[in-house]
T-cell receptor, first 115, second 114 residues
Framework: AQKVTQAQTEISVVEKEDVTLDCVYETRDTTYYLFWYKQPPSGELVFLIRRNSFDEQNEISGRYSWNFQKSTSSFNFTITASQVVDSAVYFCALSEARNTDKLIFGTGTRLQVFP | GAGVSQTPSNKVTEKGKYVELRCDPISGHTALYWYRQSLGQGPEFLIYFQGTGAADDSGLPNDRFFAVRPEGSVSTLKIQRTERGDSAVYLC????????????FGNGTRLTVT
């Protein structure tokens, strides 16, 4: 069965600290897609990244970076030099190639960045 | 341009009543999704439309839930005989061509059943 686990319920950091949000997934498919979404207090989910299972290359976008490791079924997200505006709930999600229209979300990690 | 619009933003209703939740997707987006998010949880898939037809409704919890998209644009999620367990935030999302394109979510409708 497919499942996404975000074991960290809540993380608090002080501005400028680096923080890593963990995501572990389960799937029987060999082709699948992984996502990260940000949900600020306004409630709207904001797309951050999509990764397919054949591309294990790490990605960096500004202060954000993602580490995809198939060997450990993990897709971790790191924010470098965190800022107060990064405070939000972050969701990791999975979709399988045989059912790409359905995203399976984890329970989310609430990140609080204090000044 | 305008994003995904959901109305109302909040809805309070009594147990047993009927409710309709509306979603206006981004213009030109053919794919439309409904998700439900309970407190402290991630969104759960309800239904997916490609154009006017429901391509996947496997996430609808029971036959009290129904959704339509008659002209391939605006969608309405309908809940009959509401129960307290239906209380949640209902999220709508749209995309250009299914999950191959990023989903753009609305701010959701917070439904409270008293």
């Amino acid at each position: 069965a497919q499942k996404v686990t975000q074991a960290q319920t809540e993380i608090s950091v002080v501005e400028k600290e680096d923080v890593t949000l963990d995501c572990v997934y389960e799937t029987r498919d060999t082709t699948y897609y992984l996502f990260w979404y940000k949900q600020p207090p306004s409630g709207e989910l904001v797309f951050l990244i999509r990764r397919n299972s054949f591309d294990e290359q790490n990605e960096i976008s500004g202060r954000y970076s993602w580490n995809f490791q198939k060997s450990t079924s993990s897709f971790n997200f790191t924010i470098t030099a965190s800022q107060v505006v990064d405070s939000a709930v972050y969701f990791c999600a999975l979709s399988e190639a045989r059912n790409t229209d359905k995203l399976i979300f984890g329970t989310g990690t609430r990140l609080q960045v204090f000044p | 341009g305008a994003g995904v619009s959901q109305t109302p933003s909040n809805k309070v209703t009594e147990k047993g009543k009927y409710v309709e939740l509306r979603c206006d997707p981004i213009s030109g987006h053919t794919a439309l999704y409904w998700y439900r998010q309970s407190l402290g949880q991630g969104p759960e898939f309800l239904i997916y439309f490609q154009g006017t037809g429901a391509a996947d409704d496997s996430g609808l919890p029971n036959d009290r839930f129904f959704a339509v998209r008659p002209e391939g644009s605006v969608s309405t999620l309908k809940i009959q005989r509401t129960e307290r367990g239906d209380s949640a935030v209902y999220l709508c999302a749209s995309s250009l061509a299914g999950v191959d394109s990023p989903l753009h979510f609305g701010n959701g409708t917070r439904l409270t059943v008293t």
